[in-house]
């Protein structure tokens, strides 16, 4: 796994109390709260990052939490190179 960044973030200590209650209640540190909140974040603005690794085979990159790609297909058909069915 790739080194994870760090990062200073000055928040507002009645913001970091309910970040740190929450994380409490779900047993979770509240460096991975805030983690988790931007990924809830990202999610529901379309932006999640994209998975390194073979390709969108299990819920690949762009695809939401039904499996929609949420139009970020692949590179369309004329883009890419001659394919089995496209000789």
Sequence with gaps: MAE?????????????EAVAKWAADDLRSVNAQI???LRLALRSAGREPRQ????????GAGSGPDGAAHGREGPSPDRE?????RE
Excluded at 8 to 14: A, E, H, N, S
Excluded at 52 to 59: A, C, M
Excluded at 81 to 85: A, H, L, T, V, W
């Design 4 to 16: 994870r960044k760090k990062l200073l973030l000055r928040l507002d200590p009645k913001v970091y």
């Design 35 to 37: 983690e988790y909140a």
């Design 52 to 59: 390194r690794g073979p390709g969108p085979s299990q819920q």
């Design 81 to 85: 190179g001659p394919g089995p069915d």
